[in-house]
């Protein structure tokens, strides 16, 4: 047995304590008989096809959904998690792997299942966990506080992610459950206040590609706010000369080689120590 199929198996023991329903085994399910769960999704090709579908394609279900078996067609299942990846077998004629769950399960232990067993939860898009955490608040009539005791998750990021499905621009919502921009930067642009400046902020992040700090100093810029300036890096060197540089590691080298180029001048020319600074301003 390997360690991802032992992995599962101990996930499918978590599953069967955290919804109390007597048994849970991990089973390779024909994906043409596995359905989406009642107010779930319909999976497409646009949403799997940048990232899910070809990592799946070349390392396989790494990820376990969860199913139970279908309660009006026979023979067949309703996945509660896992759509996409099950969507993704179909397409690659490969067996979905799946936590079955049997038994009688609340909808509210079963969103409760897939919040807090953590492979599953990093599977789902923020648009997902929102819908969710709401959802979840409405079946136990809880506070945003509550709900974050409950599933053992920040009030922070029940709050963030909450404010992201609201906030963001709906057109905009196949970049995130895609995973083409990432969670940190799908915050940054959510945060704008204009459906149309997310628009613009998402369209250069994406073309860019732009990692979360360039994002970050757009977004202050699109709202008017001064960008952070990064700290300066200091420390010493294992001779004990005291360093500090700030901005990017290239900004950093390139100093260090007008530093290195000063420091050969006055080697070269027998001068003082104390004259570096005016080499080094030419």
């Known amino acids: 047995m390997t360690a991802s199929t032992n992995a599962a198996h101990d996930t499918a023991a978590r599953v069967a304590g955290t919804v109390h329903a007597g048994t849970s085994s991990v089973l390779l399910l024909d994906p043409k008989l596995c359905h989406p769960a009642a107010g779930n999704r319909t999976p497409t090709m646009e949403l799997v096809a940048p990232r899910l579908l070809p990592s ?121 459950d895609n995973f083409t921009v990432r969670p940190s930067v799908a915050f940054l642009i959510a945060s704008l206040p204009t459906h149309e400046l997310q628009r613009e902020a998402m369209d250069r992040a994406v073309k860019g590609p732009m990692k979360r700090d360039a994002v970050a100093a757009m977004v202050a810029r699109m709202k008017g706010k001064k960008p952070k300036q990064a700290r300066p890096a200091k420390g010493k060197t294992p001779g004990g000369m005291t360093w500090c540089f700030g901005g990017t590691p290239e900004a950093m080298l390139a100093e260090a080689e007008k530093l290195s180029k000063a420091l050969k001048t006055l080697i070269a020319n027998k001068w003082d120590l104390n004259l570096l600074g005016s080499v080094l301003k030419g």
């Open 56 to 176: 799946i394609a070349e390392i396989g279900q790494q990820v376990p959904g969860i199913a139970r078996p279908h309660p009006a067609r026979q023979e067949e299942f309703e996945v509660i998690a896992g759509n996409l990846r099950c969507f993704c077998c179909a397409v690659l004629n490969i067996r979905f792997k799946a936590i079955l769950v049997n038994g009688e399960v609340s909808e509210a232990a079963l969103i409760k299942l897939r919040l807090t067993e953590n492979e599953v939860r990093e599977a789902m898009s923020l648009f997902e966990l929102a819908d969710d955490f709401q959802r979840y608040l409405q079946l136990e009539g809880c506070t945003q506080a509550q709900l974050a005791e409950k599933l053992h998750l920040s009030e922070a990021v029940i709050s963030r992610t909450l404010r992201i499905s609201k906030n963001m621009a709906p057109d905009l919502r196949p970049l995130v």
